[in-house]
């Protein structure tokens, strides 16, 4: 068994990382611009960078969040679910990566299975995880649910970059929707 207070820490210290260096791509324009026209033109240009950016964002902020829950659950974790998370957050680390690919190549079907790859990969290592702890989330199928929108996300992505890849990305809005769901343990307004 391992303390999961030391896979805790690693692990915010890693989204924490990652998630900071998804910006590093997004940057103010170079060259000198005159009027709001000129710099609303400049800043549109910065969308194929943006978007992924925001839809990594997601990811990594609910992948986070899942994690959170999952801590709540005891004080030690068993080596097959310590290797799983490992493997979860070397992915985690590579999405900046995969990221500023496919900001600077979003129209070309590769960058988008490499960045999606990433991100399933991601989704199925999480999966895995949950998985090895099956008694641990008895009844809790919530935990699966966003996982398999990310996976089911990403391979419908892969797809369309087949065919439009100016448009895949938009599949990933998918993991939007365990986000914003209703959750039994969200306090009361």
Not at 88 to 111: E, H, I, K, Q
Not at 171 to 187: C, F, G, Q, S, T
């Amino acid at each position: 068994m391992y303390p999961k207070a030391r896979l805790d820490a690693l692990t915010d210290g890693i989204f924490a990382v990652a998630m900071t260096l998804l910006v590093l791509e997004l940057r103010v324009p170079d060259q000198v611009l005159s009027g709001d026209a000129a710099l609303w033109r400049a800043l549109k240009d910065l969308w194929p960078k943006f978007f992924p950016y925001l839809l990594s964002f997601l990811v990594l902020g609910s992948s986070w969040l899942s994690k959170i829950r999952v801590r709540m659950g005891g004080e030690h974790v068993t080596r097959l679910y310590a290797i799983f998370w490992l493997a979860n957050l070397l992915l985690v680390t590579c999405v900046p990566f995969s990221t500023m690919l496919v900001g600077r190549y979003a129209d070309v079907p590769l960058a988008i299975w490499v960045y999606v790859g990433n991100l399933g990969l991601n989704g199925v290592t999480a999966l895995a995880m949950v998985m090895s702890m099956r008694e641990a989330h008895k009844g809790d199928p919530e935990r699966r649910g966003g996982v398999i929108v990310l996976i089911i996300s990403c391979a419908l992505a892969a797809i369309i970059a087949v065919f439009t890849p100016q448009q895949a990305l938009w599949a990933l809005m998918l993991n939007a929707l365990p986000v914003l769901a209703y959750r039994k343990d969200r306090p009361s307004a």
